[in-house]
C-alpha cells in the first residue's frame, strides 16, 4: 500500500475543492450528473466520481496531489488505474472501490449517499490497519 498516497487522497476528499467541479458519488466511477443523484459535496456540479475516481484524477504517479486533474484520456480502467496508484492488491480494491460488490458489507446501504468525508474516513483506515472497512460509516449513511 501508498499509505502516503492514500493519505493524501483522503486529506483532498475531506474539503473537494470547487474548482475542480465534480461531486462525490460512490454509485460512479467518473461520469455525467444524473438529475436524481447527489453529488454530496457542498458545491453543484455537472458530473460526479467515486474514490477510484478522484485517485485517477488528482493522485500523482508518487502519490502526491496534482497541480492539475489527470486527463480522463490517460487513465483507462479505473479501478485498476486508482488500485496501481495506491498500490492496493485486488482484494482490497475491491473493498474500497466497489464495496457494493463485496460480500463484507451490508446490502441495505445506499452507497450514493456516502459523503466524500465518510470516503476519507475508510481510507484513514485502511492507512493505519490495511482494511477498507466500511462499517466505519454504514451507520450514518441513510
Known sequence: MNID???NLAAFL???P???????NMGSYMG???????TNVGFQ?????????WACLVLGENGEIRSTPRSTREIGWYEEFAGDL?????ATRLALFEPMNSSMVADYVDWYK???RQAAKVLRHLAKTGEADWSLVMEVVE
Open 5 to 7: 498516497a492514500i493519505n
Open 14 to 16: 475531506e474539503n473537494i
Open 18 to 24: 470547487s474548482k475542480h467541479q465534480r461531486g462525490f
Open 32 to 38: 455525467t450528473k444524473d438529475p436524481g443523484e447527489s
Open 45 to 53: 456540479c455537472n458530473s460526479t466520481a467515486c474514490i477510484a475516481g
Open 86 to 90: 495506491l498500490n492496493l492488491d485486488a
Open 114 to 116: 456516502v459523503t466524500p
